[in-house]
């Protein structure tokens, strides 16, 4: 069994979390320039075995999609193409995953200082993202 991995896409940096081979848990893993992410993905996939990239889909609070749809989707058309075809691209709700990060870094005790690092929150987020997912999985099996 693969990885899943989860990308909180940005226009400038992509936050990526990761789970345990066993896909039961998953923890932020970093941050990539956006620009950076399609290299970035096909090294990892090329030493990790991945069976699917869990993207943040972002959405309105009516469920419609939001103005950023208008870059990630040429973004998601370059990584179908590049990255191996047996690694399902799976889009999931994000909506609030900005909110949870930053509650996660205030409850862990984080300096408000650290919390500014826009990037701690991108692979934070990316984690919450990934561990929704997980979580819905377990109520379908």
């Known amino acids: 069994m693969g990885r899943l991995l989860a990308i909180d896409y940005g226009r400038k940096r992509c936050g990526v979390a990761a789970t345990d081979t ?72 994000e909506r609030f995953t900005s909110v949870l990060a930053h509650r996660a870094m205030i409850d862990g005790g984080m300096s408000r200082m650290d919390r500014r690092d826009k990037s701690v929150v991108d692979k934070i987020s990316a984690a919450i993202i990934l561990n929704s997912y997980l979580e819905s999985r377990q109520h379908i099996n």
Do not use: F
């Open 22 to 93: 066993l896909q039961l848990v998953a923890n932020p893993l970093t941050t990539v320039r956006a620009c950076d992410l399609e290299v970035w993905l096909l090294e990892y996939v090329g030493r990790e075995p991945v069976d699917a990239i869990v993207v943040g889909y972002p959405t309105t609070m009516r469920g419609e999609e939001s103005e950023s749809m208008r870059w990630i989707e040429p973004a998601l058309k370059r990584l179908r193409r590049v990255l191996p075809q047996h690694i399902n691209i799976i889009m999931w709700d």
